[in-house]
């Protein structure tokens, strides 16, 4: 393997109810970063689509900072399919040679990525959550990927000196998109790829809905966290977070003891969420809850116990009791918007 | 019907301590476990084997201590256990792991392989697809359910984001399993006591036939240049009011930042 012959960083981009998911985007947004912060390399982002789409949609990839988007299509290809992806995303490692290939940390990446990083007899590495090229050399294309382990209890560093390409997946709402701008100038690839001879096992029957329409905590402005420290009163935050507009989180103190549903848990085994504003209210500040809301532009720490560390990464911590002083809180806007001036 | 389980014995993360000045976990005392999911994806196998009957095997490459998760799994119920162990195999990342399981996995009959979705202490969800690579299998990740199984084709509930795609696969397949999937039952008392009787036979590289460069430290190619815990500072106003004044001053925030309309 010719290392020195790779180059670029390739983003998958997923494609989810007809457009490309935030996860990509987000992964576009932090190729942009790199690239820029390595000018000697002269890589560039490459945005991966595939599937039936529209050419709309492909270009999507190229607004939010790609400035080639290769987008593999065939008509048949209306929904993905773990061996069909692996083989196309194979013609572009042997033909196109990526030195660096991003793909988000969603169920449909951690079946992908594994699979084709498997095939092509390389390194990956899970869930990222910072993505940085060497620091102690100036010219080197080697990423250095730094990732939780053990529960969030520890972050390693990997890298990847050996195979190419160097591949990692990237948890959802951790890196930043760039800002929509629908007159960059992009190249597009479009290729019509053959998928006849791509023998696939497995075959989508049916999709289903859950049940309970999942609340989507990550779009919030401003969310109401309780922890078990709330214990069975998450009534009390319902009621504040409809008089404030914001949607209700949890710790997975909370959700295991089933005070709430697990789409409202954030954190490591949660979600990664960056609201305007995060209140947390009666939660201990565990790193594996912090790993999901530290980001998040302002905290607001509400806790009995002033040791809690959750203190440490809020911009305001209140001593004290959430169940006193929610219920205050609600009055306080309900006046507030009651106010005649 | 021959069906393989992978499963990982993992230091329970929940328990885990780190010595903050050297940013590395303190392993003495830790207990381990089963990894969960892996734990799930046994109970399956036996809910499988209840239902159709199945010759259930227990797989795991660990050091030599992992034979105690063997034994307790042959008290749940599993047939035969191995375990895959050599100091050759150690320090191996989720690739090299993958060539090691596959290449004795190459040597045994299975109609199915379960693994877990991933595993709590590096949680990677990398090992069951990459396993499947390696066998030349088709994979479906993410199962939460089996719905119907024969001898030639499964059918399961994946759960994804948003939904759940029902998956029909023919076998040999391999699934992975989330810990939601099943209740893992308890060991019971005869098993117990027929665990402890049972050999666990244990492969070393020399019963494998792999190339060296491929498993292990060595062969892995990604390496881990740093570990380091997580820095807290302190950057908050950690205020002491009373009840109302904390609720004022929440209320002061959220009005300035304009969240709030009239
Ligand atoms: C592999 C792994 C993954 C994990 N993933 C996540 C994750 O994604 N998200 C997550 O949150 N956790 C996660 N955890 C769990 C995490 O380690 C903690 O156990 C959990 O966050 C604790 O929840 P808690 O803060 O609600 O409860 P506790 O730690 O019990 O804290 C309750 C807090 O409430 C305070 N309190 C009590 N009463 C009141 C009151 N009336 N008013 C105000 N304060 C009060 C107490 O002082 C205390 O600080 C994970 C753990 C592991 C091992
Ligand atoms: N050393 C191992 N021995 C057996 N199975 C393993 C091993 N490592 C991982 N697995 C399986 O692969 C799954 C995913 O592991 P991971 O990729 O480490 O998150 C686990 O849930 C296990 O089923």
Redesign the interface.
Known sequence: MNIAEYKDIYVFCEERENKIHDSSLELLGEAVRLVNDRPSLNYKVVGVVIGNHSDELAEIAGHYGADKVIFLHNEKLKHYS??IY?ELFMDIIKNDKPDIILIPA???G??L???I???C???????ATKLDFDPENEESPLL?VTR????G???????????RPQMTTIRPGVMEPVHKDATRKFEMDKREVDIDNIE???????????DIM?VDITKA??ILSGGRGVGDNFHVLEECAKM??AEVGASRGAVDKGFIDKDHQVG?TGKTVRP??Y?ACGISGA?QH?AGMEKSD?????NKD?GA?I???????????AL???P??T???RL??E?PY | MNILVLLKQVPDTTEMKIDKEKGTLIREGVPTITNPDDLAGMEVALQLKDKYGANVTAITMGPPQAENMLRELYAMGADEAVLISDRKFSGADTWATSNTLAAYIKTVDYDLIIAGRQAIDGDTAQVGPQTAEKLGLPQISYVDEVMEFSKDKIVVKKALENNYEVLECSLPCVITTLSTIAKPRYMHVRGISHAFEKDIPVKGFDDLEIDPAIIGLKGSPTKVKKTFTKEVHSNSDILNLDGKASARKVAEILIDMNFIGK
């Open positions: 773990t061996e692996t969603t169920v449909l951690r079946d990525a594994p699979r990083a498997a095939r007899d390389t390194g990956l590495t899970a869930d250095y939780p382990a053990f529960g209890n520890l972050f390693g560093t990997i890298i990847n000196e050996t195979k696939d096992k497995v075959k989508l029957i049916e999709v289903l809905k859950k999942a402005d401003i404030i507009g490591q305007k504003v209140i790193v912090l302002f905290i607001i720490a509400i002033p560390a203190f440490s990464v809020a911009n305001i911590g209140l001593v004290g009791d006193e002083i929610l205050l809180l009055e306080e806007i507030y918007r106010r």
